[in-house]
């Protein structure tokens, strides 16, 4: 197995490492809103990125958001699964392999509330910024 290289955001990578040492049982609810962990490929670099992200369910799908708080510019994660949508999936002791994609015009207007419920910053994040924020759909393979 291809070693993982977790956020290199202090407060994100802690949370990681509680998820993955506790099989999902501790960091799986985060400020009241359920987390996955996803793993994506590096674009550049080829190596395996993971980071903890909100997520809702959409029937056997999930469903994430690509806000980056509202930053002017795609994260990364997002970046990669656009390049290469096969990734990995980890939801309380669920590991699984899954294919993201951007949700469509239509999918996102019905989506995209429901992910402002689960975490209502998401709103804010959208004002602030001019870019649209993906909604990305991960379907278990």
């Known amino acids: 197995?291809?070693?993982i290289h977790d956020s290199p955001t202090?407060?994100?990578a802690k949370h990681i490492k509680q998820y993955v040492e506790s099989d999902?049982?501790?960091?799986h609810q985060f400020h009241g809103a359920p987390t996955l962990l996803l793993t994506t490929t590096g674009r550049k670099s080829g190596l395996l990125r993971r980071t903890a992200l909100i997520y809702d369910r959409d029937g056997d799908d999930y469903v994430i958001v690509a806000s980056l708080g509202?930053?002017?510019?795609h994260p990364l994660w997002y970046l990669n699964l656009v390049?290469?949508?096969?990734?990995?999936?980890q939801v309380e002791a669920d590991r699984?392999?899954?294919?993201?994609?951007?949700a469509t015009?239509?999918?996102?207007a019905r989506l995209w509330p429901r992910m402002v419920e689960v975490w209502p910053a998401y709103a804010d994040y959208?004002?602030?910024t001019s870019r649209e924020i993906p909604v990305v759909i991960l379907s278990r393979q």
């Open 96 to 102: 699984f392999d899954a294919v993201a994609r951007t």
């Open 24 to 27: 999902g049982a501790k960091g």
């Open 126 to 128: 959208q004002k602030k």
């Open 83 to 89: 390049d290469d949508p096969k990734v990995g999936v």
């Open 70 to 73: 509202g930053s002017p510019k």
């Open 10 to 12: 202090g407060w994100v």
């Open 1 to 3: 197995m291809d070693e």
């Open 105 to 108: 015009a239509e999918e996102k």
